[in-house]
Nanobody, 128 residues
Framework: QVRLVESGGGLVQAGGSLRLSCAASGRTFSTYVMGWFRQVPGKEREFVAAISWSGGSTYYADSVKGRFTISRDNAKNTVYLQMNSLKPEDTAVYYC?????????????????????WGQGTQVTVSS
């Protein structure tokens, strides 16, 4: 089982940057596809980015492509989301998640129901 804890959220002005971290516990962290999602009140949880278990493949929602970068350090059991050129519409609670099973082929898009493990979320607020 994978347990996830996000950190790094906060308040930033439009155009600024934040780096989110997701610390994982579990001996098999490196075998799971990992993803970042975000959610605002009254809306469904939205896919942001995914990274393969090897780290060699990454995928992004069109809304963040070119601005956000997902990465992982399996030696540290941590996945990151570097967010640059932030916009007010990026304001949300950001969640990291792990796939339901290890060694899955990474897909370019995931729904929330595809994921098996979730962190508690970290708030990102972008002011205009």
């Amino acid at each position: 089982q994978v347990r996830l804890v996000e950190s790094g959220g906060g308040l930033v002005q439009a155009g600024g940057s934040l780096r989110l971290s997701c610390a994982a516990s579990g001996r098999t962290f490196s075998t799971y596809v990992m993803g970042w999602f975000r959610q605002v009140p009254g809306k469904e949880r939205e896919f942001v980015a995914a990274i393969s278990w090897s780290g060699g493949s990454t995928y992004y929602a069109d809304s963040v492509k070119g601005r956000f970068t997902i990465s992982r350090d399996n030696a540290k059991n941590t996945v990151y989301l570097q967010m640059n050129s932030l916009k007010p519409e990026d304001t949300a609670v950001y969640y990291c998640a792990a796939d339901q099973r290890p060694y899955s082929v990474t897909r370019p898009y995931y729904s929330g129901s595809d994921m098996g493990y979730w962190g508690q979320g970290t708030q990102v607020t972008v002011s205009s």
